[in-house]
């Protein structure tokens, strides 16, 4: 059967904020979980992954998890090990000893954001492409896969692995244009996420069925995954503001953009 009752963790960020208003209309009925209190929710959970007795409490009786809390930006490595790493493996353990059957992973493009971004007529990067983390985030994230692949293997727990591009409710930087991820299409993958029958440790990348699209969908197509959106109606107005990405510019020869950068250089 469907999932109905789904823990959300992340809840007060961008991209929870953005789901919890999306996902009911699919049939959900949500429980939320943030270490900050969720706005205009009251009855969100307000726990850190850090505390494993409130993060067993959180996922008992829930049919699945859609795990987005976390770092979500580059940052010291003992923050992205406690909240990540061992958050991510917390979250894991609780839902394996609670029986439930399916989480779905908020990775990143990070996870493999060394990738040279394709240019011209070069193929689209497939999702079995070698993981090459361009932060101490996208390690946490390529981690998260591997623990999701363990716990599939060992215990029989499902996992969806989203890499995701930029969901954000419009692009704002010209790679972007390349790995948008509609809010409306993000709620589309999460759904398609959670309802496709026997997924094991299915990785996907996460965005829109842009025109400049630098990666292979059709992991994510697999899954029932039907993306309604394009990027291209901004390229105009980002392209005149930011110009083309540039060949020798060190911050757009890699999927990960300006994560490769130290610092990382807003735009990403
Ligand atoms: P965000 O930073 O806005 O939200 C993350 C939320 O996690 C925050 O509300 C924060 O309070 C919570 N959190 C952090 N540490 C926690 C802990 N120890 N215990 C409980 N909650 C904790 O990030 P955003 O953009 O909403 O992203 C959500 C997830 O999706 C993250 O895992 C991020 O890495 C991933 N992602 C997002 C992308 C995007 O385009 N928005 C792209 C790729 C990945
Ligand atoms: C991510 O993984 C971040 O969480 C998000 O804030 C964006 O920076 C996104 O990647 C991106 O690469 O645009």
């Known amino acids: 059967p469907a999932p109905r009752t789904v823990l959300l963790t992340g809840a007060a960020g961008g991209l929870g904020t953005l789901m919890r208003d999306l996902l ?4 959900y009925d949500l429980r939320l979980l943030d270490l900050r209190p969720v706005e205009g929710a009251p009855d969100a959970i307000v726990a850190d992954l850090a505390d494993k007795d409130a ?3 959180a996922v008992r009786g829930v049919d699945a998890i ?3 809390a976390g770092i979500s930006l580059e940052a010291p490595f003992e923050k992205i090990l406690k909240a990540n790493i061992e958050g ?9 000893a609670e029986g439930v059957g399916r989480i779905v992973f908020a990775s990143s493009n990070h996870a493999v954001g060394y990738t040279p971004r ?8 497939p999702i079995d492409t070698p993981r090459r983390p361009d932060t101490f985030y996208g390690l946490s994230k390529s981690f998260g896969e591997d623990l999701a692949q363990f716990y599939w293997d060992k215990h029989g727990l499902e996992t969806v692995s989203v890499r995701i591009g930029s969901c954000f409710p419009e692009p704002t930087s010209v790679r972007m244009l390349s790995l948008w991820m509609s809010p409306a299409d993000g709620a589309r993958l999460l759904h398609a996420a959670l309802t496709a029958e026997q997924v094991g440790h299915t990785v996907v990348y996460g965005s829109s069925a842009n025109t400049r699209l630098w990666w292979d969908l059709t992991s994510a197509r697999a ?5 309604q959106d394009d990027s291209e109606p901004y390229a105009e107005k980002l392209i005149a503001e930011q110009g083309e990405l540039q060949d020798g510019n060190e911050g ?3 999927l990960g953009g300006q994560f490769v950068t130290d610092p990382p ?3 990403y």
């Open 24 to 27: 009911p209309a699919y049939g």
């Open 55 to 57: 993060v067993r409490e």
């Open 66 to 68: 859609i795990h987005l």
């Open 88 to 96: 991510t493996y917390h979250l894991y353990e609780a839902a394996h």
């Open 118 to 125: 394709p240019q011209g007529a070069d193929p689209l990067i």
């Open 223 to 227: 899954l029932g995954y039907d993306p």
């Open 252 to 254: 757009h020869a890699y």
């Open 265 to 267: 250089i807003w735009p």
